[in-house]
């Protein structure tokens, strides 16, 4: 993988940005961390995604249309070219899956580099520009399709969400209802899913969306996989999201990192020098929350490891 020198960034540049905001004994926050910026120089980040075998995080550039990469050991690089891809996250195998703006479609990075189209088309129709996508334990790829990356007319007639079965190649909507669905994210026991909805403008072919208000909605899910009801909506919308073991959700909006616990009460916040786009955990402990935030990259170090998702047995 070709190298991209950044001399201007120092190895790992320690900030301390404004407060963490919380109880100082119930905190979320390891004691003592700061937010550290880790890495910049870029266009927009997006899609962080921890590698625990070779223990780098990977993440998006969208408008320079490379996948970057970052390690303790071997700072900020570039990891391979993309066409604009977004949200991305591992399969239970450990292969990254991707959503690429550009291409308009859902891909898959095999173990020796190449590339296998998982899903750019619903009943014939291309998808809008896929973007944040989660994985559930039987191997299904839950993913958004808004479209901020649509640079020509809608095919498909509205902002939809879709299950995919890559061992079946079967696609179907889970959900029609939302503006501009973004984020997306099981919870740890995956009898919940929680999808940001950015909120409705006029990009959505249906003026009945236009209106609708930013927010993330949390739905039950059965043993099954499928949706069920609706519980409850949190009245902020988020862009990525990610999730601990013990259920919080960790969301990107207003300029800050919100912590909310699963019921959606928002337990703390994190204030960002840039405005965040997404989160994950990493770190041999899943302990560091890594932050893309527009131009850079940052971490903060938390008290409970993120959630991984793992094969039914």
């Not at 390690?71 to 949200?87: D, I, P, W, Y």
């Not at 996989?225 to 990525?240: E, H, N, P, V, Y």
């Amino acid at each position: 993988m070709k190298q991209l020198a950044f001399n201007s960034l120092v190895a790992i540049a320690i900030l301390w940005i404004g407060t963490v905001r919380g109880q100082e004994n119930t905190s979320l926050i390891e004691e003592g961390a700061r937010v550290q910026k880790l890495a910049d120089g870029m266009q927009f980040t997006e899609g962080p995604v921890w590698l625990p075998t070779e223990k780098k995080l990977v993440f998006s550039d969208i408008p320079n249309s490379k996948l970057m990469q970052w390690s303790k050991e071997g700072g900020l690089s570039v990891f391979r070219q993309s066409e604009n891809a977004n949200g991305n996250i591992l399969d239970l195998q450990g292969r990254i899956i991707s959503c690429q703006h550009g291409a308009r479609n859902v891909i898959r990075i095999e173990s020796d580099g190449s590339t296998t189209v998982l899903a750019d088309k619903f009943e014939g129709k291309r998808f809008n520009s896929p973007n944040d996508v989660a994985v559930r334990s039987d191997g299904t790829l839950w993913f958004t399709d808004p479209p901020w990356g649509l640079t020509e007319p809608h095919e498909i007639p509205g902002h939809w969400v879709f299950k995919l079965d890559p061992k079946t190649n079967s696609i179907e909507v889970v959900h029609k209802d939302l503006a501009m669905p973004n984020g997306i994210v099981f919870s740890p026991d995956e009898t919940r899913i929680y999808i940001a909805d950015t909120g409705g403008n006029e990009r959505h072919p249906d003026p009945a969306f236009h209106q609708l208000p930013a927010s993330i909605q949390c739905y039950e899910v059965s043993p099954e996989g499928t949706l069920g009801k609706k519980l409850f909506q949190i009245d902020a919308g988020s862009d990525g999201m990610a999730v601990d073991v013990l259920g919080n959700l960790y969301t990107t909006t207003g300029g800050k990192v919100h912590i909310y616990n699963a019921d959606g009460k928002l337990l703390e916040q994190i204030d960002v020098p840039e405005g965040p786009a997404n989160v994950c955990f990493g770190d041999d402990d899943y302990k560091t929350l890594f932050i893309t935030a527009r131009t850079s990259l940052y971490s903060i170090r938390v008290k409970h490891p993120g959630a991984i998702a793992k094969a039914a047995e």
